[in-house]
């Protein structure tokens, strides 16, 4: 069996642009449903928190 060696196109940057697009369209943020946009901002708020709080912690430890 022969191989057969194909010799690759580089890519420019703009092909490489075109790799990252968006497949669909995003949806906006009012167009999502109340419960949707609620629950993303009590997850977004909890993420805080809990990142704020690991921050201290850090830094408590890392006074001691």
């Known amino acids: 069996m022969q191989e057969?060696?194909?010799r690759q196109k580089k890519?420019?940057?703009y092909d490489q642009l075109a790799l990252?697009?968006?497949?669909?369209?995003i949806p906006g943020w009012m167009?999502?449903?109340a419960e949707v946009r609620e629950q993303t901002?009590?997850?977004l708020a909890r993420l805080l928190?809990?990142?704020c709080r690991d921050r201290a912690a850090q830094a408590e430890v890392a006074h001691e």
Request: no cysteine; net charge positive.
């Open 4 to 6: 057969v060696l194909v």
């Open 11 to 13: 890519l420019r940057s």
């Open 20 to 25: 990252f697009q968006a497949a669909t369209a």
């Open 31 to 33: 167009s999502l449903p």
């Open 41 to 43: 901002l009590r997850w």
């Open 49 to 51: 928190r809990d990142r």
